[in-house]
C-alpha cells in the first residue's frame, strides 16, 4: 500500500450501529490493492463501518455528503456485474463524482498500455481509481506509478479483496464472529482470486478454513499452507458454519482439468445432501456469477441456507466503507 501524504486529512470514521468508537483510520491515503496488506485492526475497521454504511443504505434517502467533491473513476478491462456496479451505487450514495470507463470503450483496444491509459485518466485529478484487470498484479503496479488512491476490484488470479471483505461481513453479520468458526471453501481453487484474498482474510481472523476441489484445481503448497485441504466435498462440508462455493472458470482453463461438467457436478457439485451434513445454521456462500447445475444446484443456491443474494447487498456497504476511510472520511462533516 502506498502512502502519500499529499492525500487529504481524515476525520473520525462512522462509528458502528453498537455504539462503540472505532480506532484510528489508519487506512486514509492508502491504496487497496490485496487482503495481504491488512492488518486485523484495518479489516476489523473497514467491516466495523460497513455496518454504519449498511444503516445508510436502509434509510429513505440512502446520500451522504462524504465524499461530495472527490472524484472516482471506475476502470474495468475485465467483465462484472455485481462488483462495478456495486462500487458505482457505493461512490453515488457517498456523493462522489464518478466515472466508468470499459476496456471495449477505451483506447486499450487502440494498442494505448495500462500505463499510458491510466496517466491520461490521472492527467484530469482523479481522487481513486478502482481497478479490475486480467492480469495478477496489475493493481499493484498501478499503485506503485499512480498518485490517486488504488482499489482492487479483482486483478487476475491474484486477489479480490473487496469481495473477501463482503463475505467476512455477510459472515459475521450472521454469526457475530469470525474466529473458530469452520469455513469450508470449495470449487476451481486454482483460479480464483476469492479464494486467495478470502484464504487470507478468514485465516487472520482466526477461522478454521477447509479447502476443497479435484486434486487437478488444488494449487501446490496450499497443503503446506496451514489449512485443510481435501477433494472430499462430505468432509470439507462435515460441520461447516459456512460454505462458500466457487465458480468453475472455464474462460482461464487451457486444458482439460476434470473428464466433463455432468461428471464435476457428481463429484464435486454442492447438493440438498451434502448440506445437510453441515450445521444446521450453515450459511451457502458464492461470489457469483453462479455456473447452475456444474458448482452448485438451484434448489441449494435458492434454498433457505443461501445467503448469496445477501452478500451482494453487503458489498455496497463495504466497498462505501473503502472508499470513505481510503479517502480520509468526511473532512468537514460527519458521515450520517
Ligand atoms: N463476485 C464478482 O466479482 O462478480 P462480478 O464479476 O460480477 O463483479
Redesign the pocket.
Known sequence: MNADTTRPTPAAPASPSDGSPIPANRLRGKDLVGIAELSVEEITLILDTALAMKEISSRPIKKVPALRGKTVVNLFF?????????FEIAEKRLSADTLNIAASTSSVVKGETLADTVHNIEAMSPDLLVV?HSSSGSCHFLSRICRAGVIN??DGMHE?PT?ALLDAFTIRERKGRLAGLKVAICGDLLHSR?LRSNLLLLTKMGADVWLCGPPTLIPAGFAQSGVHVTSSVDEAVEGADAVMMLRIQLERMLGGFFPSLREYFNVFGMTQDRVRRAKPDVLIMH???MNRGVEISSDVADGPYSVILD??AN?VAVRMAILYLLSGGAEHEAVA
Open positions: 475485465e467483465a462484472s456485474t455485481r462488483t462495478r456496479t456495486s479490475r476490484a479483482g479480490h469481495q476469492v461470489p457469483g456469477p452478500q451482494v458489498g
